[in-house]
């Protein structure tokens, strides 16, 4: 397995438009994680998937944000209506269980103008 | 709320010489990770700190707990340019059972010949 993979690494779009991403864990990683990470700041926490279950969502996730891993493997993550202040890097992160290190793919960055 | 705080934010120093950063946080966890990022790529997982009193080295890193202070620092010995990267501690979103971190600013360390 060559890590985390995310699709697309770069994203320009308009204001207003939906932009979904995608990440794919490392196999048999049945803790996907989302992040945000905006230049000059560490990484903030979005929401969480053990399985197919979304158990943890920050208050950053607003509701134009949504996230789904339907079948416990590659996850999306959907930004309708973009925003100006949506412009970020979003990174995906895999673990196989607790108490263990997440891996990070290379992430998307997303430029909305 | 949890804060993850680090010091220094910035840092430049000289090849061979010894340098700590510090990492303070806000409420109980028993445990930290410490990350690398290089400028535009992605985060590479450094130390998993699992309970008070953990040290763990790698090379001329050396990363330690102490849960009673809220307390992590990431000791460099003898640094080399190599290391010039930014340094990143994260803890439990909620800071017991959950699973997502929260970041600190990030250490920018520039190690220079």
């Known amino acids: 397995d060559t890590g985390v993979s995310q699709d697309p690494r770069h994203k320009i779009t308009k204001r207003g438009q939906n932009v979904t991403f995608r990440c794919d864990p490392i196999?048999?990683?049945?803790?996907l994680y989302w992040y945000r990470q905006t230049l000059g700041q560490g990484p903030e926490f979005l929401t969480y998937?053990?399985?197919?279950?979304?158990?943890?969502k920050s208050r950053l996730l607003s509701d134009r944000f949504s996230a789904e891993r339907p079948k416990g493997s590659f996850s999306t993550l959907e930004i309708q209506r973009t925003e100006q202040g949506d412009s970020a890097m979003y990174l995906c992160a895999s673990s196989p269980y607790r108490n263990t290190e997440a891996f990070f793919g290379q992430g998307t960055r997303l430029t909305v103008v | 709320e949890l804060k993850v705080e680090q010091n220094p934010l910035f840092l430049s120093m000289q090849e061979g010489k010894n340098y700590t950063i510090y990492c303070n946080y806000s409420?109980?966890?028993?445990?930290l990770y410490w990350y690398r990022q290089d400028p535009g790529k992605s985060l590479e997982s450094l130390f998993v700190?699992?309970?008070?009193?953990a040290v763990k080295q790698e090379g001329r890193l050396m990363a330690s707990l102490d849960t009673k202070a809220r307390l992590s620092t990431l000791h460099i010995t003898a640094a080399v340019h190599d290391l010039s990267a930014t340094y990143f501690c994260?803890?439990?979103?909620?800071?017991?059972?959950?699973?997502?971190?929260?970041f600190g600013k990030g250490t920018h360390l520039i190690i220079q010949p």
């Open positions: 196999s048999e990683h049945n803790r």
């Open positions: 409420t109980t966890s028993d445990r």
């Open positions: 998937f053990q399985n197919e279950a979304q158990l943890e």
């Open positions: 700190l699992l309970s008070n009193g």
């Open positions: 994260a803890v439990p979103y909620s800071g017991g059972g959950a699973d997502g971190l929260t």
